[in-house]
Nanobody, 115 residues
Framework: QVHIVESGGGLVQPGGSLRLSCSASGIIINIAAMGWYRQAPGKQREFVAS???????HYADSVKGRFTISRDNAKNTVYLQMNSLRPEDTAVYYC?????????WGQGTQVTVSA
């Protein structure tokens, strides 16, 4: 079993920055990829960014050039640096980890972008 914990959310003004962290613990064998998703009120969960062991990164078009995903394999931790935040980035941000065909999710961290 893999346990995922996100942190770093909060309230920020438009144009501001936040850094989210996601740590995996438990039975860690080989986490192939980790990523971030978000879900705004009344909307479906959507992909934000992911990073593999490559490390290869992939971003949603809506965050390209503003968000950066990175990974510390030694700590089984992934980060999401979010710059130039917009009100439409407001959502609960979830982290996932993929290991041996299984996907593990965290509980999410709230990000609110508002003046």
């Amino acid at each position: 079993q893999v346990h995922i914990v996100e942190s770093g959310g909060g309230l920020v003004q438009p144009g501001g920055s936040l850094r989210l962290s996601c740590s995996a613990s438990g039975i860690i064998i080989n986490i192939a990829a980790m990523g971030w998703y978000r879900q705004a009120p009344g909307k479906q969960r959507e992909f934000v960014a992911s990073i593999t062991n490559g490390p290869y990164t992939h971003y949603a078009d809506s965050v390209k050039g503003r968000f950066t995903i990175s990974r510390d394999n030694a700590k089984n931790t992934v980060y999401l640096q979010m710059n130039s935040l917009r009100p439409e980035d407001t959502a609960v941000y979830y982290c996932d980890a993929q290991q041996r065909g299984q996907t593990y999710w965290g509980q999410g961290t709230q990000v609110t972008v508002s003046a």
